[in-house]
């Protein structure tokens, strides 16, 4: 990896955690209604996957704030989008677990549990149908893992060799439900293995994440059909804002926390690159004042009109749909 791409892993990752905090402050406020699931601790499982996913279109999961700023979607629109405000990404109608970008190849952000599998390889067959050289990434929990949905995809994208790359961020916990107590192991790529190849790596790892998606991406492309990556990761917080995660033990945080993804890529940009303290702090600060920009812009954003509720519920052009 090249100094260039290494100091943008670190400032989305940067960027990402302080856009978490601030959304977790203005949800205590009420100004963020809804749901609300932070990402921190997992950054260089989203940043990695999305930075080294440069191309084609991605499905993801309800926790998908970082996810959205790395594909590049400017935080103003993020942040706006879980104030309910017109300027959000999916004009103030989705909120935090759908933010929908179609000219970011970005579809969400889904709210039911594994239900973007589907999705996503529908998308795949498009694609394939389309001749078009590019794949699809579909970015799960390891509680989806359980669910007919998942299965279900795994068997026909494999079975029309399908470009999926399922990406199974497994941070052990399903809500408030440890994986140990629903699946018959730990890892959830030895439940795709009867269907495609799979691919492990560490989640806490930036770097890792970034070159073992780049390399799953090209075999997608190649026309193989899907691959799976099981990324492990830790996250930091609750499931959502609802949950005070009283289950799980200091000793557990404590492990998660010695990993922490953005002091690893510190280290390495130091180490590797020699970057110093200065270089470090400075981007702490572009990162904050995006961050500041984006709340401001959010806060004083317009609501959207009430009479646009209606609007995208049904097609209006469509045979058979009466409006
Ligand atoms: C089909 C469906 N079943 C149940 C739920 C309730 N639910 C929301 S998140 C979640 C856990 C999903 O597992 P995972 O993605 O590993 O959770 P996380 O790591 O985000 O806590 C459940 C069961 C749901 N949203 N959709
Ligand atoms: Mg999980």
Redesign the pocket.
């Known amino acids: 990896m090249n100094k260039l791409k290494a100091e943008e892993l670190y400032y989305y990752m940067v960027l990402g955690r302080k856009f978490e905090y601030a959304a977790k402050e203005h949800y205590m406020t009420g100004e963020i209604s809804g749901f609300l699931?932070l990402d921190i601790g997992q950054e260089a499982l989203s940043v990695g996957a999305m930075k080294a996913f440069d191309h084609g279109d991605v499905f993801t999961?309800?926790?998908e704030h970082v996810m959205a700023l790395a594909r590049g979607i400017e935080p103003k629109a993020v942040m706006a989008e879980l104030f309910g405000k017109k300027a959000g990404v999916s004009e103030g109608r989705g909120g935090s677990m759908h933010l929908f970008d179609p000219s970011h190849f970005f579809y969400g952000g889904d709210?039911?549990?594994?239900?973007h599998l589907p999705n996503a390889v529908g998308c795949a067959y498009a694609r394939k149908f389309q001749g078009s050289e590019h794949g699809v990434m579909a970015v799960?929990?390891?509680?989806?893992?359980?669910?007919g949905?998942f299965f279900e995809s795994l068997n026909i994208a494999s079975a029309w060799k399908l470009p999926v790359l399922f990406l199974c961020?497994?941070?052990?916990?399903?809500?408030?439900?440890s994986?140990d107590r629903v699946a018959p192991f730990h890892e959830q790529h030895k439940k795709a293995k009867p269907y495609m190849p799979t691919m492990e790596v560490d989640g806490m790892d930036a770097v890792a994440v970034y070159d073992t998606i780049k390399e799953a991406q090209k075999y997608i492309e190649e026309g193989h059909g899907p691959i799976f990556v099981e990324a492990y990761t830790c996250?930091y917080e609750?499931?959502?804002m609802s949950?005070a995660a009283t289950y799980r033990s200091p000793q557990e945080m404590e492990i998660c926390k010695a990993k922490d993804p953005i002091e690893r890529m510190k280290g390495f940009l130091k180490e590797l690159f020699g970057v110093d303290d200065d270089y470090l702090a400075k981007v702490e600060e572009r990162a904050q004042k995006a961050v500041d920009e984006a709340v401001e812009f959010a806060s004083q954003s317009p609501e959207p009109d009430p009479t646009e509720l209606y609007d995208h519920v049904f097609c209006k052009e469509c045979a058979n749909v009466v409006s």
């Open positions: 699931h999961t309800y926790r709210a039911i549990v594994g239900g799960f929990g390891d509680g989806a893992t359980n669910g949905a961020e497994n941070n052990g916990w399903a809500i408030g439900t994986i996250r609750g499931h959502s949950d």
